[in-house]
């Protein structure tokens, strides 16, 4: 259980719900799966596809688990972690022999952490304790529903691919899903930097995912620009090649995903949680579908505002074109409907 206390003074947030960090397009969909009756009981259902229970076994058996003896270093970082978001169990933590620099949680009944070698040669400690809090945010926000749900659907298409229509349908549920994994890692980038409260190994980490340990080699600022120049890169053609892309992609680029953890630490929505301004998971039951949803539209309309991708400005230009002649189509219904107008 989450008794110890973390190695240094960090604000803990008791009761917090992942709400106060999700982006709003992960946040909506999630609200919508949890206000579902039976959901749960279905996923519980499902997950025996995947079989949760043969997967912990492989790594009981071929990896470390992490304890007082084993990894204690990495073992105190996640007590910390789940102490910081008021998890109510410490979730098990595997060490991989694996050079690719990754991480993963796994499981929906009891989640699961593993961490890769290479990722822990790659980062020093307060950036592998970002990656570890980054982790039990995804737990907290349930995140292995839809990855579960991923699988299912994968196995789908390869029994559906002798359908004329049948493997489309799933390849355009699969892509709607891969773009929610996205913003689900951005989620749990801002659980990483609510557990690590240094927004400085934040940013370190995704310089360092992108171009290994030579941070004398690198420079923040540079980063940054460089995630300002591949947004506003090339013409139509080019915003077009970066959707596509994107496609198979499960993560934002590392240049992407150092811009938002940027900008949410500057937003205010970081400094207002650290000062004990949350949602709290009591009240996830009374969180409304509809109002994240907007939310979420919000949240696309002001993204496609700020960015200077040719390619998204021309699909908003068509978008709003179109929703101005639906609107004076909808006008003109509406003065048919009420009878001529006086004119005089």
């Known amino acids: 259980m989450t008794e110890n206390t973390p190695d240094r003074a960090r604000t803990r947030f008791p009761g917090i719900s992942s709400r106060a960090y999700e982006h709003p397009a992960d946040r909506s969909a999630l609200v919508a799966l949890r206000s ?139 892509i709607g899903l891969r773009e929610w994994f996205r913003k689900a890692e951005l989620s749990s980038d801002r659980a990483g930097l609510l557990v690590g409260q240094d927004v400085d190994a934040a940013k370190r980490v995704n310089m360092k995912l992108a171009g290994g340990t030579r941070l004398g080699e690198m420079s923040g600022e ?37 811009a938002e953890i940027d900008r949410w630490a500057r937003s205010g929505e970081y400094e207002r949680i650290l000062a004990g301004d949350y949602p709290r998971r009591d009240d996830d039951g009374n969180a409304s579908v509809s109002d994240e949803v907007k939310n979420a539209a919000r949240s696309y309309r002001e993204s496609w505002e700020r960015t200077a991708d040719p390619f998204v400005g021309k699909v908003r230009d068509m978008a709003d074109a179109a929703a101005g002649a639906a609107g004076g189509l909808f006008d003109r219904f509406t003065r048919r409907d009420n009878g001529p107008t006086d004119r005089n």
């Not at 949680?105 to 980054?134: K, Q, Y």
Request: net charge negative; aromatic share 8%.
């Open 36 to 174: 579902l009756s039976g959901f749960d009981v279905v996923l519980r259902k499902l997950s025996g596809l995947v079989n949760e229970r043969s997967l912990r076994l492989m790594f009981l058996g071929g990896t470390v688990r992490v304890g007082e003896d084993q990894f204690r270093n990495i073992y105190d970082m996640v007590r910390d972690a789940s102490y910081v978001l008021d998890l109510p169990e410490v979730p098990e933590l595997y060490v991989r022999q694996d050079p690719t620099p990754n991480a993963m949680a796994l499981g929906s009944d009891h989640p699961f952490i593993v961490l890769n070698t290479g990722l822990i040669d790659l980062l020093d400690d307060e950036e592998l304790r970002f990656v570890v809090g980054h982790e039990v945010g995804h737990i907290l926000s349930g995140h292995a529903v839809y990855q579960t749900m991923m699988q299912i659907l994968l196995q789908m298409g390869s029994r559906l691919a002798w359908l004329p229509l049948g493997n489309i349908g799933i390849a355009a549920i699969i």
């Open 222 to 258: 540079a980063f940054l620009e460089q995630a300002r120049e591949y947004d506003a890169a090339g013409d139509v053609r080019d915003g077009l090649l970066k959707f596509l892309n994107l496609l198979g992609q499960s993560h934002p680029y590392a240049v992407i995903r150092f």
